[in-house]
Each structure stands twice: as structure tokens, then as C-alpha cells.
């Protein structure tokens, strides 16, 4: 299976926490660039953090800088993205994706620069 699998969403209140989930192929997940992308109704699809698999280096969104973490499991061509003081406004499908080979992904929060994109995992956080 070369395409992410997601899980891990779910419902939460406000100020609750969630952990997402990607597998992937070890062919596609080393050596690339691993994003979380979300889209909400009516919304553009927005980058949210991604995380460079050979180096474990991170780029975050500003909207989530301090509340999200993402981090990688070699062993298990896992990335997970951890989610903290949740607030309404990040309810939306959220989406693991595996960035292009070469070139190597230069905008990692864009998401013309992923390749293989999961089906997504819903997050619902009420208030």
C-alpha cells in the first residue's frame, strides 16, 4: 500500500487533546518531507506541519505553533501529529500526506508538493 492511512480522529471539547496517526510505505516515507494538511467546509486546504523524515526537522503553521507537535516513527513509517488545547476553529478533515522525492519539497505547508495523500480522519472540536 503506497498511499497514508490516517487515524485518530475523533470528538473533543475545547482545551482537549487528540493524536493523529499516518502509515506509510517505507518506500515513500523516507527521505521526504511528511505534511498534516486540513481542510475545513468551505475552506482552502491549509497546511499544518510537516517534518522531514531523513533529519527529523519540523515547520509549523502559525496558527498551530505551540499547541501542535508532529514527530516520527522510523520503525514503524509512523508519523503522528499531537494535538493540544484544541479550539473550535481547528475542526476539519485532516490529511497526512508524503511529499515529491526530487526536487525535495521546498514549501513543506504546500500542498502542490505532496504526491500520495490519505483519505483523511475528522476532527470535531466543540465548544
Not at 4 to 9: A, D, M, Q, T
Not at 17 to 45: D, H, N, T
Not at 76 to 96: I, R
Not at 98 to 122: C, F, I, K, M
Request: aromatic content about 12%; proline content about 4%; overall charge neutral.
Amino acid at each position: 500500500q503506497v498511499q497514508p492511512v490516517e487515524s485518530g480522529g475523533g470528538s473533543v471539547q475545547a482545551g482537549g487533546s487528540l493524536r493523529l496517526s499516518c502509515v506509510v510505505s517505507r518506500y515513500i516515507y523516507l527521505g521526504r518531507s511528511m505534511g498534516w494538511f486540513r481542510q475545513a467546509p468551505g475552506k482552502e486546504r491549509e497546511g499544518v506541519a510537516s517534518i522531514y523524515t531523513d533529519d527529523g526537522s519540523t515547520v509549523y503553521a502559525d496558527s498551530v505553533k505551540g499547541r501542535f507537535t508532529i514527530s516520527q516513527d522510523n520503525a514503524k513509517n509512523t508519523v503522528y501529529l499531537q494535538m493540544t488545547s484544541l479550539k473550535p476553529e481547528d475542526t476539519a478533515m485532516y490529511y497526512c500526506a508524503a511529499g515529491r522525492d526530487w526536487p525535495r519539497v521546498r514549501n513543506p505547508l504546500t500542498s502542490s508538493e505532496y504526491d500520495y495523500w490519505g483519505q483523511g480522519t475528522q476532527v470535531t472540536v466543540s465548544s
